[in-house]
């Protein structure tokens, strides 16, 4: 491990960005760049197919290529590896290998078993082993964390609060099972707890059991809540929000959002903070328990 | 409380029973009468809509009229009460209400913001109140609780055993929030929580992200595990399967269904057990810790 921060580029040389689906990865290499320091980015081109990666020096690779991904990393002096975006979990079958990718399929194959932390730790293992550093998005780019306080302008009321506590209290009994990061909450009962099926799905079913009236949901009511799995590898797989989410959440008629400040990812804040002022949702950063900053 | 056993026939009267939709009510009803139990079934419109209720005694009536239940049940002198089948819950302001209703309203209101147990538990102290003692379908017919071991020919495997135990460790842990009485786990991955959506649609979700190569389980793997909440009123909502059941589960491409033996309801066993013999699935009547009988 070195002794210079993260964000050092006189040894480091590029940061390498492994880049998933969505805006969140050319908001960390902007955000990095803005620091001085060079990067890389490492599209995988079964999820990254955002034009935003074009602005920036890149390669596009398979998530199945391994072996390219080190040797060119390894080429232009990266020494620093931040993984980040959404990724869609590809059925293994239908991946192409190159050798590199075969040599740690093993490795994968084990950690797949374990549920997504086991399967991040392993990555960052496996990255390690090659002579790679394995960063969290944060530590390279702290202003894309959550904040304290809200967004907009809506702000939690006292219903509002208990629900996010309840939720928070929920993810934090789940936590061991390696399960859902979100909940939906509202007058103190849960309506929704995703899976495998991710946040965007699981609102989008809340919207769906609305409209055919098969919710006791008041309208304007309840809040999707987001916190980190205890002991996560936050290197890997905060929880994130985008414009995206707040959308999904006034479509299903809920009050507004909760994350854990400082452990979850919101890009384009001022895009979120306009969503939800036109949407009428609060969007807020709470601490651990829930409580107001 | 009557010192005589739920299916005396002495000074009890006809047993109530107030019907959900499915088929669970009319095989409650038959069970009670072959023990010799005169029945008089109260349909709420809402939901019982199935042609087998007509076979018995009945009323119809919707979920806001409780004052004309209490005086039809109290003319036809009934003193215990079942209630059992399906029950969407409905909006509050679409329901029509007699006074009887009105009466009951704001107990029922608060009782709503406390989730499916604390509303359940105080409808049974509102049916006290009036007189009447509130029973557990099992009670009265012992014959549609799931008993212990397989169903029909397929037996689970080590990797069904773990994923079972796994899914109803969740479940006990979960317990204290009132929410799903379901999960689906496969390969020690939980892969769906059952909240306000109900078992049907969670399955018709993981089917829907296995059409589209969303979740990284093998076909033929995971399993649905139903247990009751921990505290749960037994008397009024134990967790139910039926035939539907094993079809969601078919085409889920899952393994089978586990349920915890005794405490949950299975109507027509013989359908179940033919539909489980036809889609290769395993349904198994399991203890509270998961083991084989």
């Known amino acids: 491990m070195s002794a210079s921060g993260p964000s050092a580029t006189s040894d480091a040389g590029p ?8 805006s969140l990865p ?48 390894q080429a232009a002096g990266c020494r620093d590896v931040v993984a980040i975006g959404s990724l869609v979990r590809p059925s293994l079958w239908r991946l192409r290998f190159d050798l590199g990718g075969l040599r740690i399929l093993p490795k994968v194959v084990r950690a797949y078993r374990h549920g997504d932390d086991g399967l991040l730790s392993r990555m960052g293992a496996i990255l390690e082993a090659d002579g790679f550093r394995l960063l969290g998005a944060h530590e390279v780019a702290p202003q894309i964390l959550m904040p ?8 939690p009321g006292d219903g509002d609060r208990a629900d996010i506590r309840h939720g928070l209290a929920l993810l934090r009994t789940m936590g061991p099972f390696d399960v859902g990061q979100a909940v939906v909450v509202s007058d103190n009962r849960v309506l929704a707890i995703e899976a495998a099926e991710g946040t965007d799905e699981m609102l989008a079913r809340l919207a769906a059991l609305r409209d055919a009236d098969r919710i006791r949901a008041r309208q304007g009511a309840g809040v999707l809540v987001k916190a980190p799995k205890p002991g996560q590898d936050r290197r890997f797989d905060l929880p994130s929000i985008g414009p995206r989410t707040v959308e999904g959440v006034a479509r299903a008629g809920l009050a507004g959002i909760a994350v854990v400040a400082g452990s979850a990812i919101v890009a384009e804040l ?24």
């Open 15 to 22: 940061l390498a960005i492994i880049c998933g689906g969505g």
């Open 26 to 73: 050319a908001a960390v290499a902007e955000a990095a760049q803005r620091q001085g320091r060079p990067v890389l980015l490492f599209a995988l081109q079964e999820t990254a197919v955002e034009p935003s990666i074009s602005s920036f020096p890149h390669h596009r690779l398979s998530v199945g290529q391994y072996g390219r991904f080190v040797r060119s990393a």
């Open 148 to 155: 304290q306080g809200a967004l907009g302008r809506a702000q």
């Open 270 to 293: 001022d895009r979120i903070a306009a969503a939800a002022d036109k949407a009428g949702i609060f969007v807020v950063g709470v601490s651990d328990d829930g409580n107001a900053p």
